[in-house]
C-alpha cells in the first residue's frame, strides 16, 4: 500500500502565495507520473498540474504562469508552488501517485491520492 500525505495549505490573501507538499510512503519501488488536482465549492475534481518521473510538466490553462510543480524523486515527494493566488483557486488540493510497488509487476501498480489540504484564498 501507497500513502499520500499532503501539507501547506491555509488561508491567504489574493495575490499571495502557497507552497504545498505531498510525501508518498508505503511500498514503493518507482513512482511515474505525480499530480495536483483540486475541487472546489459546488465543483468537480479537475486537474491541476502534473509532473513526469523525467520532470515533464503539464498545467491547467487557469494556472499556467502561476503555479510551478516540481518533484523530489529521492524523497517521493511533489510540491505545488501557488503565486498570484486568485479567490477562484479556492480549493481542497489533492495529491495523486501513479507507480509500482515491485519491480517488474504490473500487477504492483498502484493509483494512490492523498486526503486532500484546504486552500483558501480570501481578503
Known amino acids: 500500500q501507497v500513502q499520500l500525505v499532503e501539507s501547506g495549505g491555509g488561508l491567504v490573501q489574493p495575490g499571495g502565495s502557497l507552497r504545498l507538499s505531498c510525501a508518498a510512503s508505503?511500498?514503493?519501488?518507482?513512482?511515474?507520473?505525480m499530480a495536483w488536482y483540486r475541487q472546489g465549492p459546488g465543483k468537480q475534481r479537475e486537474l491541476v498540474a502534473t509532473?513526469?518521473?523525467?520532470?515533464?510538466?503539464n498545467y491547467a490553462d487557469s494556472v499556467k504562469g502561476r503555479f510551478t510543480i516540481s518533484r523530489d524523486n529521492a524523497k517521493n515527494t511533489v510540491f505545488l508552488q501557488m503565486d498570484s493566488l486568485r479567490p477562484e483557486d479556492t480549493a481542497n488540493y489533492y495529491c495523486?501517485?501513479?507507480?509500482?510497488?515491485?519491480?517488474?509487476?504490473?500487477?504492483?501498480?498502484?493509483?494512490?491520492w492523498g486526503q486532500g489540504t484546504q486552500v483558501t484564498v480570501s481578503s
Open positions: 495523486n501517485a501513479k507507480g509500482y510497488s515491485r519491480p517488474y509487476s504490473r500487477s504492483s501498480a498502484f493509483d494512490s
Open positions: 508505503g511500498s514503493i519501488f518507482r513512482i511515474n507520473d
Open positions: 509532473i513526469s518521473s523525467g520532470g515533464i510538466t
